[in-house]
């Protein structure tokens, strides 16, 4: 734990409705490798996987916990491994594109914050408790709120590089 986590927690203490996620960072598949500041308590680390029918399979580069404190990190994964992504042509003067595919946490956490971001319109559409659009049930979530939702809706890894490593979670498709 170090002050840049602090400095995440505070800062997400003070604004309770935002909500930080980091990449865990590519130093796997030793234990301990997580990286500050994705080992901030408030924060939600992202993990990577592999792609399709592997993605129940950690992608061996992924950092892993727990933290020097034995707190589970990451606390989710998503798929990051060869990620299909948009990358421009290093020219300023056009306005075309083209993709590149990269792998590492980086490629997964961005998944992941959309996810959260569709938590959180879940909410302020009202769509909690009964699934569908309410108007009296429309409510501005947390970043705790949106955390506890996505960890609740994650699944035990069984696949491989997930076992002696502690804990992996999915989010469920």
Do not use: E
């Not at 029918?53 to 404190?69: L, V, Y």
């Amino acid at each position: 734990y170090t002050a840049a986590c602090q400095d995440v927690d505070d800062f997400m203490f003070s604004h309770p409705d935002f909500l930080i996620l980091f990449a865990a960072g590519n130093s796997g598949p030793g234990t301990g490798s997580v990286g500050s500041p994705s080992t901030a308590k408030n924060t939600i680390s992202v993990g990577a996987t592999l792609r399709g029918t592997s993605a129940n399979s950690m992608a061996s580069f992924s950092s892993c916990g727990p933290t020097a404190d034995g707190r589970i990190k990451p606390d989710l994964t998503m798929p990051g491994s060869n990620i299909v992504s948009a990358r421009n042509d290093t020219n300023v003067t056009t306005n075309n594109c083209a993709t590149t595919t990269m792998s590492g946490t980086s490629m997964a956490s961005p998944a992941a914050a959309g996810m959260a971001a569709l938590v959180r319109q879940y909410y302020t559409d009202g769509n909690y408790p009964t699934g569908a659009p309410v108007v009296a049930n429309k409510l501005t979530p947390t970043a705790a709120l949106i955390k506890a939702t996505l960890l609740n809706s994650t699944q035990t890894m069984t696949g491989t590089g997930t076992g002696a490593r502690a804990r992996r979670l999915r989010l469920r498709s």
